[in-house]
């Protein structure tokens, strides 16, 4: 078997997808160019003024702030309503708001807050402290902060030398390091904590507050945020949270001098489900209540004000108020209502709205001065017609100030005007895309499908003709000139294109080579373009193309499932068409002569029939069950998303608690239970080895622990206060321990993945036995490996058919007649390669549910015996159509394996996953730790786990499709498929046929696997097709581009996985061969 080759060509095949999804994203996730430049207090003088008319040395209309940041304080939370008498628990938690409103309506104010998405809170604090816009790609550094490095608030204030103290959330401590005066940060990450950062806050912010050693305080408060992220906002939990911030506001308001002003903020709204990151309106409002203890706001109904403030307005506002520079790269204008309409009212220094809207206007023009010469992403007729409106505002304002008459209120909103016209434009440009990048990442991808399939159909006619070492050598030859052209024409180099250009050289060379090797083959007949319109392979159009629409998109889960329910259906109607589906009665006349030339017996057909129809009910019987544990996007309006996805701990009827824990329990007992039955079935628990071992011992172990985990988390905290420390141990310590069995079973099973059990018998006479032993010679010039290729089928049929004559005569030695009982008996040869591989799944299955909510343990129960009908499926309809073929090669036709990739799919969405960033389950990050993690990559690796857990489930055990048909062989076809074709006949040898032609056996691998990565591949191309082609979508940010994200990634994921399948069955394949290296006859070299 031809291992290298097959694993280097999947590995080259799968590095080429990559790099068409990195080139083609790196044109389309644009990320916005940060321009590293500070305002300074003499940025914003008209020419020829005088530093001394500058406002950084007036007195600042207010000396302090205190700014309260209350995480994903949902602008619905604020919302008083006295008449309501069953309030739930967010609302009416917040009267403290409504109470200052009402009753001191010129110091307050309580708008609605709103946030550009992506509404994750790194992005949220970048937004209102630097007062630019962020980016759709910034999502990705959410939970990787590096330093700010463009011009914000926290070092306006600090060059200012304001002393700001800031306390809570550490996110802010690794954005601005080194530029607080002093800073108390606690650990953010853990959203199960909702105490430790918030009770951090309240030991400190009071003290703080009554001394002196402060003029900006930023305290960022987190339970509220974690409560929703645990519980949801419908909790009790969140009711005290919010009542906890009510009685925090109340205390700073009471210790406040009237030259502070407080700014009560949320970074972000939230979900139903307690989510956000999406751009869903719930998840963008949020609350902004400022206050002062003078007059701050003008009479109500004097001037309009804005009913709603976005996130980057505030950060023109402050700076303004405490008297700094607006920070260079804001776009956001100040908010008007805070500043007099006239210098002379208000604060003897306070400047008016026409002054600071001009101050405002003068600093974002020149950041759009200093942008558009070092980036071109802002068009030019853009451009200058917001210079000439700069340039009409700016002569207005001016005249005004020579003849000192007062600037009109039409001029104030000419200045509004201009300001959200730059704003939009920068919203605009910044959504541009390279058209270049795009058009290079949508060529790889393009042809690595074409690759792809191309391998899938000449598998052998490739691995014959060696084509990838040339294919690799001009890939990097080409990689080379992209970096010499570079140099030359541009001076550096980009490692996107260079990358770009050795896989499009490598795959331009892999096609010609395989050209010219399918004419020179004469096994090889000619591909025809017909063959991508098989019924399998318009599926599987049909379901790319409904990529290319939103609403098909947002009902995914749905679509995949009827195609996965249409595609079932289709099997055995096209075995009924053939007339193979079921027996032919010899005195039906109507039949054609010579359709089944040597058919089974009409009883086995009756019985294979009859098992493929039984996986078709079982099939349908899970996909209806499946729509049960979806989850639901914000767009399906009256959707309901699943009970099984609320954790145990959140269920607050004790009763309901109870049955949710022992249906979880039954179908974690139904997991274990049929991976044991299967393997025991088969033969493969005899042996006493590790991969038995992990089997028999850790799985069910694991098991148990899992369940105990799931017993500890859903005890709710007031319960078993005695117990408390031990239950946080046992927080801890179950779910490792689990891990760490999973993690060793993955280890044993890889150094020992063999389950066959031989036994030693002393051989008897044989007394007219009919099948001498075999006898093999080294000296006729064939290998001593040829020869153990030929001697495995024949010593496992040898050992068969013994047992057999031996069981025939009741069991005793031999007899007259009988075969004489072997010298070596094996049991589990014939499942030799698919035991491991369902070991492999059930160890990976019990990891991965481990990640996900209890009451996902039906659905994986689901997932498995939808994989099993699947398979059963596959198996029948082979062994019925393989009678009219008579071919004995192994390769596995289209429909499964586009049922096998379908049901990865469906399976994302019922385990209550959707392919958008509110239903990231992030809990998952938090299995076994609790106190939160220290670094990023653990976390994260966790979270992707979680995520994309359907997809490594069949991706790695995607060879099962292989190894099935052979598993299920039905007694006696092969020896009528063998008679057909004129070739001696030979009983059921299972697995064991696939070392029979070796070379076959590593085509139908490569095939399969090819097969598989151009299923998941084609639907990435669509993916990438749907976000460059509606780039311009309304609903490109929302559903296009994070559905390309999602997509992208499960192929990466699954890509990873099929490898660790492939190399599984070679390293099973390379145990087997050393097995039977022992039982060579002595006189074999």
């Known amino acids: 078997m031809k291992r290298l080759p097959v694993l280097a060509l999947l590995l080259w095949i799968c590095s080429v997808f990559y790099v068409g999804v990195f080139l083609?994203?790196?044109?389309?996730?644009?990320?916005?160019?940060?321009?590293?430049?500070?305002?300074?207090?003499?940025?914003?003088?008209?020419?020829?003024?005088?530093?001394?008319?500058?406002?950084?040395?007036?007195?600042?209309?207010?000396?302090?702030?205190?700014?309260?940041?209350?995480?994903?304080?949902?602008?619905?939370?604020?919302?008083?309503?006295?008449?309501n008498p069953y309030p739930r628990p967010f609302q009416n938690k917040l009267p403290v708001l409504n109470e200052m409103v009402s009753s001191r309506p010129s110091q307050s104010r309580l708008f609605t807050f709103r946030a550009d998405p992506p509404t994750t809170t790194m992005q949220r604090i970048k937004g209102f402290t630097t007062g630019s816009l962020p980016t759709f790609i910034d999502v990705g550094n959410n939970f990787a902060s590096s330093a700010v490095l463009e011009d914000n608030l926290v070092h306006q204030l600090g060059q200012a030398g304001k002393r700001v103290v800031f306390m809570g959330d550490d996110t802010w401590v690794s954005l601005f390091p080194r530029k607080f005066h002093r800073s108390l940060p606690f650990p953010s990450f853990n959203v199960k904590d909702l105490h430790t950062v918030d009770n951090g806050i309240l030991q400190n912010i009071f003290p703080t507050l009554d001394g002196d050693d402060w003029d900006v305080l930023i305290a960022h408060f987190l339970g509220v945020d974690h409560c929703g992220h645990?519980?949801?906002?419908?909790?009790?939990?969140?009711?005290?949270?919010?009542?906890?911030?009510?009685?925090?506001?109340?205390?700073?308001?009471?210790?406040?001098?009237?030259?502070?002003?407080?700014?009560?903020?949320?970074?972000?709204?939230?979900?139903?489900?307690?989510?956000?990151?999406?751009?869903?309106?719930?998840?963008?409002?949020?609350?902004?209540?400022?206050?002062?203890?003078?007059?701050?706001?003008?009479?109500?109904?004097?001037?309009?004000?804005?009913?709603?403030?976005?996130?980057?307005?505030?950060?023109?506002?402050?700076?303004?108020?405490?008297?700094?520079?607006?920070?260079?790269?804001?776009?956001?204008?100040?908010?008007?209502?805070?500043?007099?309409?006239?210098?002379?009212?208000?604060?003897?220094a306070a400047l008016s709205q026409t002054e600071a809207l001009w101050i405002n206007v003068k600093q974002v023009n020149r950041f759009l001065e200093t942008y558009s010469h070092m980036a071109k992403d802002i068009p030019a007729d853009s451009l200058s017609e917001l210079q000439y409106h700069f340039s009409r505002l700016s002569s207005e304002y001016?005249?005004?100030?020579?003849?000192?008459?007062?600037?009109?209120?039409?001029?104030?909103?000419?200045?509004?005007?201009?300001l959200t016209s730059v704003r939009e434009t920068c919203r605009a440009s910044w959504a541009r895309f390279n058209p270049l990048k795009m058009a290079g990442g949508l060529l790889v991808l393009g042809l690595a499908c074409v690759v792809c399939f191309l391998l899938s159909e000449l598998s052998l006619v490739v691995l014959q003709s060696g084509v990838l070492k040339v294919s690799v050598i001009s890939g990097v030859l080409g990689g080379g000139a992209a970096v010499a052209v570079q140099l030359l024409v541009m001076g550096f180099v980009e490692i996107s294109w260079c990358l770009g250009g050795a896989a499009l050289i490598s795959e331009l060379t892999f096609l010609w080579r395989v050209k010219r090797s399918v004419t020179r083959s004469s096994s090889c007949g000619p591909l025809s373009v017909w063959r991508l319109f098989t019924p399998p392979l318009l599926v599987l159009l049909l379901r790319c193309c409904s990529l290319l629409s939103d609403s098909y998109v947002i009902s995914e889960g749905r679509v995949v499932t009827f195609l996965l329910f249409t595609l079932g259906l289709y099997v055995p109607l096209r075995l009924n068409w053939d007339g193979l589906l079921m027996s032919s009665s010899p005195a039906d006349s109507q039949k054609a002569a010579g359709l089944l030339p040597a058919a089974l017996p009409p009883s086995v057909v009756r019985r294979e029939s009859t098992a493929l129809l039984v996986s078709v009910g079982v099939l349908v019987g899970c996909l209806y069950l499946s729509l049960s544990f979806h989850s639901c996007r914000e767009e399906q309006g009256s959707c309901q998303p699943s009970v099984?996805?609320?954790?145990?701990?959140?269920?607050?009827?004790?009763?309901?608690?109870?049955?949710?824990?022992?249906?979880?329990?039954?179908?974690?007992?139904?997991?274990?239970?049929?991976?044991?039955?299967?393997?025991?079935?088969?033969?493969?628990?005899?042996?006493?080895?590790?991969?038995?071992?992990?089997?028999?011992?850790?799985?069910?172990?694991?098991?148990?622990?899992?369940?105990?985990?799931?017993?500890?988390s859903a005890t709710p905290e007031d319960s078993f206060r005695n117990l408390a420390e031990l239950i946080s141990f046992a927080q801890i310590v179950l779910p490792r321990l689990v891990l760490g069995l999973l993690a060793l079973?993955?280890?044993?099973?890889?150094?020992?993945?063999?389950?066959?059990?031989?036994?030693?018998?002393?051989?008897?006479?044989?007394?007219?036995?009919?099948?001498?032993?075999?006898?093999?010679?080294?000296?006729?010039?064939?290998?001593?490996?040829?020869?153990?290729?030929?001697?495995i089928?024949?010593?496992?049929?040898?050992?068969?058919?013994?047992?057999?004559?031996?069981?025939?005569?009741?069991?005793?030695?031999?007899?007259?007649?009988?075969?004489?009982?072997?010298?070596?008996?094996?049991?589990?040869?014939?499942?030799?390669?698919?035991?491991?591989?369902?070991?492999?799944?059930?160890?990976?299955?019990?990891?991965?549910?481990?990640?996900?909510?209890?009451?996902?343990?039906?659905?994986?129960?689901?997932?498995?015996?939808?994989?099993?009908?699947?398979?059963?499926?596959?198996?029948?309809?082979?062994?019925?159509?393989?009678?009219?073929?008579?071919?004995?090669v192994f390769s596995v036709p289209w429909a499964p394996v586009v049922l096998w990739s379908l049901a990865a799919t469906q399976f994302f969405h019922a385990t209550g996953h959707l392919p958008t960033f509110p239903s990231i389950q992030w809990g998952a990050a938090f299995v076994g730790f609790p106190q939160g993690h220290?670094?990023?990559?653990?976390?994260?690796?966790?979270?992707?786990?979680?995520?994309?857990?359907?997809?490594?489930?069949?991706a790695a055990g995607c060879p099962l499709l292989l190894f099935w048909p052979l598993v299920c062989e039905v007694r006696g076809s092969r020896t009528l498929r063998s008679a057909a074709a004129g070739e001696d006949g030979d009983d059921v040898v299972m697995e064991m046929r696939l070392r029979e032609s070796p070379q076959q056996f590593s085509s139908a691998l490569l095939q399969l696997a090819a097969r598989y990565l151009f299923v998941s591949g084609a639907q990435v191309l669509a993916s990438v097709c749907a976000a460059a082609i509606l780039r311009r979508h309304l609903m490109v940010w929302k559903v296009f581009a994070p559905k390309l994200m999602f997509e992208a990634s499960g192929f990466l994921v699954a890509s990873v996985f099929v490898l660790v399948g492939v190399t599984l069955v070679l390293r099973v394949d390379v145990a087997v061969a050393r097995l039977f290296q022992k039982l060579l006859p002595g006189n074999t070299r």
Not at 34 to 56: H, I, M, Q, W, Y
Not at 398 to 418: F, H, I, N, T
Not at 935 to 950: C, E, I, K, M
């Open 644 to 712: 099984f996805l609320t954790p145990l701990s959140r269920v607050q009827e004790s009763r309901m608690r109870n049955l949710y824990y022992v249906l979880s329990l039954a179908s974690l007992s139904g997991w274990a239970f049929l991976l044991h039955r299967w393997l025991r079935h088969f033969g493969n628990l005899n042996v006493p080895s590790v991969a038995v071992f992990t089997a028999r011992f850790l799985l069910p172990l694991a098991s148990i622990c899992m369940g105990l985990h799931w017993a500890v």
């Open 934 to 954: 220290s670094g990023t990559v653990l976390p994260a690796a966790l979270v992707t786990l979680n995520t994309f857990a359907s997809h490594i489930i069949f």
């Open 24 to 83: 083609f994203v790196g044109g389309f996730l644009l990320v916005r160019l940060e321009v590293n430049r500070t305002s300074s207090c003499a940025d914003v003088l008209p020419p020829g003024a005088d530093a001394k008319g500058d406002f950084c040395l007036k007195e600042p209309r207010f000396r302090r702030a205190v700014v309260l940041i209350i995480d994903a304080l949902k602008a619905e939370f604020t919302h008083y309503d006295p008449e």
């Open 793 to 888: 089928p024949q010593l496992y049929q040898r050992i068969r058919r013994s047992l057999e004559a031996e069981g025939g005569s009741g069991g005793g030695g031999g007899t007259e007649g009988s075969e004489p009982r072997p010298a070596v008996e094996a049991y589990g040869l014939g499942s030799v390669y698919s035991a491991p591989l369902l070991i492999l799944c059930g160890l990976l299955g019990l990891g991965l549910l481990l990640l996900h909510p209890e009451g996902m343990a039906l659905a994986f129960l689901l997932m498995l015996a939808q994989a099993a009908a699947l398979l059963h499926l596959h198996a029948s309809a082979s062994s019925i159509s393989s009678l009219q073929s008579h071919s004995n």
């Open 230 to 348: 645990r519980f949801g906002p419908d909790h009790p939990a969140m009711a005290e949270k919010l009542t906890q911030m009510d009685d925090v506001i109340r205390s700073v308001i009471k210790r406040l001098q009237n030259d502070t002003l407080l700014v009560v903020m949320g970074d972000h709204g939230m979900t139903d489900t307690g989510d956000h990151g999406g751009e869903s309106q719930k998840e963008t409002d949020a609350a902004l209540f400022l206050y002062s203890g003078s007059p701050l706001f003008p009479a109500p109904g004097l001037q309009v004000e804005p009913e709603v403030v976005p996130q980057t307005d505030l950060v023109p506002t402050l700076a303004l108020l405490l008297g700094v520079p607006i920070p260079y790269s804001n776009v956001g204008q100040v908010l008007v209502p805070l500043f007099p309409e006239n210098s002379s009212v208000g604060a003897p």
């Open 398 to 418: 001016l005249d005004r100030v020579k003849e000192g008459s007062p600037p009109s209120a039409e001029l104030r909103v000419s200045m509004q005007a201009y």
């Open 745 to 791: 079973g993955l280890l044993l099973l890889w150094l020992d993945p063999l389950t066959v059990f031989l036994k030693s018998r002393t051989p008897l006479s044989p007394r007219g036995s009919s099948m001498p032993p075999p006898q093999y010679r080294a000296s006729t010039g064939i290998s001593p490996q040829a020869e153990l290729q030929h001697l």
